[in-house]
Each structure stands twice: as C-alpha cells, then as structure tokens.
C-alpha cells in the first residue's frame, strides 16, 4: 500500500464561502444537507473550492459526471451548440435527438427512446407505458424492497424504502413489493391486474447490491409466462459504468424497457426511457411528454459522451480500473475488521462497514477526498471512467486512512 500522510486539518470556512452559505441561508429552501464547501472548478476526477482547495472524487456529480468534471469533447460540443440553438419544444424535428436516439438503440436492444431531464422522469414514463399497454386494466408494478426509483410520487411509489415515504403518504395504488433475489414471492405477487416488473439491475443507493445469481433470470422467466413488461431501472448502472454499455448486458438478460439519466449525457441534465419498438406506440401523442426532453444541448452532450467511451476505449478502461479498486479495497478488508464486505462492479463500488458511515465520509473529507455513504453503512464510489490508476491508489490510501481513524475512535480494529 502506499504510504499515507499524516491527516491535514479540515479546511476552515474561508470568507467566499461563507458568503455563499449565508445566501444560502436566507433564500435557498434547506431540503439538502450540505457540506461546508463551495465548489467552483472540476477537471476529471478533481474539483476546486472557492478557497482555493483541491479534492479527489470518487462520487462526482452524484454519479453524473461519468466521464469526469468538464470532459473536453462534451464541452465542446455543448459549447458550439449553445451558439446555434438552446432550446426548441419536441413539436418539431431536431437533428441530433434523433441522431442519439440513434446510438442508443444500436447499442442496446434496438428499441426506440423516449427523452427527458432525469431518472425518476424516465421512470414515470416507463410507468406510464405498463399502464397504457392495457388501457389501465394491468396497472401494477412489482418492485423490489431496497430499490430506489426516484422522488416523483409514481417513482416514488415504486421505492420500497419506508424511510422515503414518510409523510408524504398515501403512496400511489398499484405497488407491490418483494424481498430483492426472491423468485417466489415475486410469483405470489403477480395476479390478473399485474403488468409488469421494475428492478435495479444493480442496487445502488440500496448498497451497490448485485443480482444473486439465477434472479435476474428468473425475473425474465416470469414476465414472459404472465405476460409482464420487464422494466430495468439504470439510471445509475447504465451508459457504461459497469464497463458494458447497459447493465443488463452483464448479465445476459434483456428487459423490455431499460430507464437511464445521471450519467447519460456526463453531466449535463438528460433521461431516457428506451423501450421495444412494438411498445413504442402505447406513448401516443398526449399521454406523456417532457418539455425540454431530448433538447439539443443534452443531445449534443449525450452523443459526444457516446463517441468520447468509444473513441477512448473507456469500457475497456473500466474493466482495469475495477481490478485495481478491487485489489486495494480487498487488502484494507483483510487489515480492518471494520471492513465487512467489498462489491466492485466496474464504476459501482460499495464498501460495507461494520460501522457508521457518516463520519468516515466527513473523515474522507478532512483528507479532500469526496466518498458518499448510503444505508448507514456503506461507503459507496461512484468514481469517473477516466480515472488514472494513480488516483485510485490515491483514493483508496486516503479511503483506507479515513476508515481505519474512524473505527479506532469507534474502538473497532
């Protein structure tokens, strides 16, 4: 392992940014907790505050920033479009939509694309495309407990975690929920009004939780024998990340809807919902739409995000990259018994601890080193697919130098 320095200080709030807080303070509604730091500057897997410090992240852009902080291909074609046209509504034709719409389809099952702004939009769209496949007389939804599908109240609906309901209820109808890897209870839950399936290939804010072996599978089995749509939610695990375009294609199970955003157009807001040409039609005109959906700047980003992964070999990059991270997080598991179990899945990776999450992520921090925590206890990455093996060990020295501190002080070895 390389060695660790000796931990700096956290950074002080500085002048700038505490200005920014103060405003912060005063008009911006306080429905996010938020770090103490502004940042103003991104380059690849670093970013800058307003004081001037430097940080490595490994969770950039909440998983959006897939390509890393301002790829220059991305930029670019931002930049040059941004000059000719922002924004036209979907009543008319655009080039590049349809161009990206394109790309898509070729790289997964050949379906057609519908565009939004996020995940939980393409979500609502693939909601929308189960009920309206038979005229609302099949309007459930299985989905799964640990999931997570988005904050809008249909998506919401669809995630099985109490924790995002609370207050907010009552959830919409239709929902059923299943015990994720259970075969059986998902065939119990199936009646006549059943139409469909979602599921998180991967599970990523349930813990970077991979499919146990045969559900995916057995998922696909069921939907075909009742008649069900198979819907894969990637918002977080598709375009990519895990070092094959879609997710799916890891496990060589195809859905008939597949939702994706986050890292879709490497930062710049964008979702889609792909989905069966034969299915294409239940979405006629009026029954769903999203007004800057599929816009020209998300296009244009979206493509060039396409063409940058082919054009760098980043899928192959993943597959080395995951193997280093691996590598390195194994060998503090076997050094820290706080470490319970490490999941790498290309650019998905969970390190669950036997202890709280939180105050390693505020330890990371003091050490400039960007990490987030889900369920309590896992310290999840999400880290850019252009990320040097340099960083990684960088990252994982500091990661490892955060867990170790905290579980002494929580006096676990």
């Not at 008009?27 to 907790?33: A, D, L, S, T």
Request: hydrophobic residues 40%; charged residues 20%; contains cysteine.
């Amino acid at each position: 392992m390389a060695t660790i320095d000796a931990p700096s200080p956290a950074p002080a709030i500085g002048t700038v940014t505490r200005a920014v807080i103060d405003t912060f303070d005063r008009y911006v509604v306080p429905n996010y907790r938020r770090f103490p730091v502004c940042l103003v500057r991104g380059s690849g897997s670093r970013v800058w505050d307003a004081e001037g410090t430097e940080y490595l992240d490994l969770f950039p852009g909440w998983g959006c920033n897939l390509l890393g902080h301002c790829p220059e291909p991305v930029v670019r074609a931002v930049q040059e479009q941004v000059a000719r046209l922002i924004h036209v509504p979907n009543t008319w034709y655009m080039e590049a939509q349809g161009e990206w719409a394109r790309l898509l389809s070729e790289r997964s099952f050949g379906g057609k694309a519908f565009f939004c702004n996020s995940g939980t939009e393409a979500n609502e769209a693939a909601i929308k495309l189960v009920r309206l496949r038979s005229d609302g007389k099949r309007y459930k939804l299985i989905s799964f407990r640990g999931g997570f599908h988005g904050r809008t109240m249909g998506s919401l609906s669809a995630t099985a975690q109490p924790k995002y309901h609370e207050g907010l209820g009552p959830m919409l109808p239709g929902f059923a929920y299943a015990p994720h890897g259970d075969l059986e209870a998902v065939e119990k839950l199936v009646d006549d009004q059943t139409g469909g399936i979602l599921v998180e290939p991967i599970l990523g804010e349930g813990g970077v939780v991979p499919p146990p072996p045969g559900f995916l599978e057995g998922l696909r089995r069921i939907a075909d024998a009742h008649d069900l749509l198979l819907v894969f939610d990637e918002v977080q695990c598709g375009s990519g990340r895990t070092g094959t375009w879609f997710g799916y294609q890891r496990f060589g199970v195809t859905p008939d809807v597949l939702t994706l955003a986050k890292s879709l157009c490497a930062g710049v807001a964008g979702g889609g919902m792909l989905c069966r040409a034969d299915l294409a039609g239940h979405l006629r005109p009026g029954m769903h739409a999203a007004t800057f959906g599929g816009n020209p700047l998300a296009a244009v980003a979206g493509i060039a995000a396409i063409r940058m992964i082919e054009e760098e070999g980043l899928l192959d990059h993943v597959s080395a990259a995951a193997a280093i991270f691996r590598e390195r997080l194994e060998e503090l598991q076997e050094r820290c018994d706080a470490v319970v179990a490490v999941r790498v899945i290309g650019m998905m990776i969970g390190v669950e601890l036997s202890i709280d999450g939180a105050p390693v992520v505020e330890r990371a921090l003091e050490k400039r080193l960007l990490v987030n925590c889900t369920q309590g206890r896992v310290i999840r990455l999400l880290p850019a697919m252009t990320i040097t093996p340099a960083e990684i060990h960088d990252g994982c020295d500091r990661l490892g130098e955060a867990i170790v501190e905290t579980a002494a002080r929580a006096g676990h070895g």
